[in-house]
């Protein structure tokens, strides 16, 4: 059997992440690999870590890419703040809260989970009477965009109530920043996790990370050494900063065309202005939803609470959800979501993230929608 190479063909990615790539940034990916002590490759780092603070809208010194997609971002966060024995509440409104209590049971901890139904955001009141009801608890877990059902948790709400009882917050923003406010020194989050490829429109396979000096007392008082060699921040310190004139030193080979790309996404987000780009992601939203409603599709999640990057829609009685999709992909090259969990079958994913969200897509998902929910079964 002979090989060719790999062709992928063209989509429009519609779908809960990966997002379409700026040319800029796949440009940027075929640029020659250098060594990741190279100086050269050093100093475009430490402006990697500038602009992703301004992603975060932190001056966390402790900002940087974990060499791993989010869910090691999500990994790194409870890893390093959660000791075993340690009370930890997280709030489940969908797949990623579950993720969460599985990352804090593994690590040790005795969690307390909040559960809200799937579609609507985390209630500030349950969250405060758990954190009454347990008032040892060390640690606060939640997805502010939960992107498995649309819904945005008000993450600045929660955090207040979490800092209120001596709570640290861990705050999973993977599809949020970009594409809705994230304020992590306004808000005071602790740990923050995102993710390269939903609205900051970048490869697959990194994870912005940041962390505040609570967060970092928090690691430095462990009894406990970090159980992953790979995600202990201590470690991957001795790459990333050499802010104090320290050295850098070797930790693990950097994904470096992936960080020239992710430098090149944040370069886009910063000419563009975050203020701009949460502009954008509303005014594209609302279009879609204008059309979506003609279109006779209701939005799972209640008006207020939805996000403008992930609109989860109720599949119409009687229509062969997975059919249509696949008539999508193959007939029109669009690729939307499909519904997790609870959800599978019921609803389809539609996300408007980054370098897709742009009026064109919005106009050709409908036209497409439209088309095959006219000639669907
Ligand atoms: C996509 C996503 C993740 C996981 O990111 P991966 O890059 O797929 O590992 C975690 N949380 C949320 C809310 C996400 O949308």
């Not at 403008?308 to 090259?333: F, I, S, T």
């Not at 370098?355 to 000639?375: D, P």
Request: net charge negative; charged share 20%; proline share 6%.
């Amino acid at each position: 059997m002979t090989f060719a190479t790999f062709n992928p063909p063209e989509r429009t990615l519609m779908g809960p992440g990966p997002s379409n790539i700026n040319p800029r940034v796949l440009a940027a990916l075929s640029r020659p690999v250098i060594g990741h002590l190279d100086p050269a490759f050093v100093g475009m780092m430490e402006e990697l870590k500038v602009m992703l603070r301004y992603a975060f809208q932190t001056e966390n010194a402790l900002t940087f890419a974990v060499s791993a997609p989010g869910s090691a971002g999500m990994e790194t966060c409870f890893v390093n703040l959660v000791e075993p024995g340690d009370k930890v509440i997280v709030c489940r409104n969908g797949v990623f809260g579950g993720r969460m209590i599985e990352n804090a049971n593994r690590y040790g901890a005795q969690t307390v989970i909040v559960e809200d139904e799937w579609g609507k955001p985390v209630d500030a009141q349950k969250l405060e009477d758990a954190l009454k009801a347990n008032p040892d608890t060390k640690v606060v877990a939640f997805v502010q965009a939960e992107t498995s059902t649309g819904a945005e948790s008000d993450t600045k709400t929660l955090t207040e109530i979490a800092h209120r009882h001596g709570a640290l917050v861990i705050v999973d923003a993977v599809t949020a920043v970009g594409g809705t406010p994230v304020k992590v020194d306004e808000w005071g989050i602790d740990a923050i996790y995102s993710g390269s490829q939903k609205c900051l429109s970048c490869v697959p396979g990194l994870s912005p990370v940041s962390f505040n000096e609570r967060a970092i007392a928090k690691l430095k008082s462990r009894k406990t050494p970090v159980p992953s060699w790979f995600l202990d921040l201590n470690l991957v310190l001795s790459y990333w900063n050499s802010d104090g004139g320290g050295k850098r030193t070797y930790h693990h080979t950097a994904p470096v065309n992936s960080l020239y790309a992710l430098h090149e996404s944040l370069l886009l987000l910063q000419e563009e202005g975050l203020e701009a780009a949460w502009a954008r992601h509303r005014t594209q939203h609302a279009k879609l939803a204008e059309g979506l409603a003609k279109l006779g599709l209701d939005f799972v999640v209640p008006e207020g609470s939805r996000l403008p990057q992930l609109n989860a829609v109720k599949v119409p009685a009687g229509v062969d959800e997975a059919a249509l999709r696949a008539r999508l992909l193959n007939e029109y090259n669009l690729e939307i979501g499909a519904g997790l969990g609870p959800l599978a079958g019921k609803v389809w994913r539609i996300g408007l993230m980054g370098y897709t969200c742009r009026s064109e897509n919005v106009l050709f998902c409908l036209a497409a929608l439209g088309a095959v929910l006219n000639t669907a079964p």
